[in-house]
């Protein structure tokens, strides 16, 4: 019987072997030719009162949200230069490793889906440096990589597209890596402010 039953698990690797493994030893690089520089952009804001902006988002079976966004009160009270920086940062980082919650939660999706490949704190391991990759890479690229997957020279980043929970954490996961890339962080686990 556990003869059998060593069997069965040694055909069972072999499989997973070939189906999950192989593939990407042996991918192309499709075309990729590494990443480009790119300069970065001038950050405009506008500040003005909107109308209630109605989202439907359609989730497999059949699911509808309505998302109203909720507008800030008018004030005649003008906010300072640091208040506007702070609002419009992509994450906050206090005493070297206290993340706000938004980029904690990238923190948090980061460890359970990316760091197997990518390193605990984005240093690369099977997949690439993280922290160095944000640096020459723009976000709609990072997102299209995290959504579509893609094949490299040294293997394949699978896709997260069918991932719910990456999928509506981008922007999170984004905001915790640009900490990383950005040297916000130091090499160590951060925690929540």
């Known amino acids: 019987m556990k003869a ?3 069997l069965l698990l040694h055909v069972a690797l072999g499989i997973f072997f070939v ?3 192989w593939p990407a030893m042996n991918g192309s690089n499709d075309a990729y030719s590494g990443a480009v520089a790119v300069a970065p952009k001038a950050v405009e804001q506008v500040v003005e009162a909107a109308e209630p902006e109605i989202v439907v988002e359609t989730v497999a079976p059949v699911v509808e949200e309505v998302v109203t966004p909720v507008t800030a009160p008018v004030t005649d ?12 940062a992509l994450y906050s980082v206090v005493d070297g490793n206290k993340l706000d919650a938004n980029s904690y939660a990238g923190f948090k999706l980061y460890r359970n889906w990316c760091a197997r490949c990518h390193g605990t704190y984005g240093q690369g391991m099977v ?3 993280l922290a160095d ?4 890479i723009s976000e709609k690229e990072f997102f299209n990589v995290v959504e579509n997957g893609k ?3 040294i293997g394949s980043m699978p896709n997260w597209k069918a991932n719910v929970k990456v999928m509506a954490g981008r922007d999170q996961l ?4 640009m900490a ?3 040297g916000a962080i130091g090499v160590e686990k951060p925690k929540k402010q």
């Open 4 to 6: 059998i039953v060593a």
């Open 19 to 21: 189906v999950a493994i």
């Open 77 to 88: 009270a003008v906010s300072s230069p640091a208040e506007n920086e702070n609002e419009s």
């Open 127 to 129: 997949g690439p440096n």
């Open 133 to 136: 990759s944000l640096k020459v």
């Open 151 to 153: 094949s490299g020279t």
């Open 174 to 177: 984004y905001a915790y890596l």
């Open 180 to 182: 990383r890339s950005d």
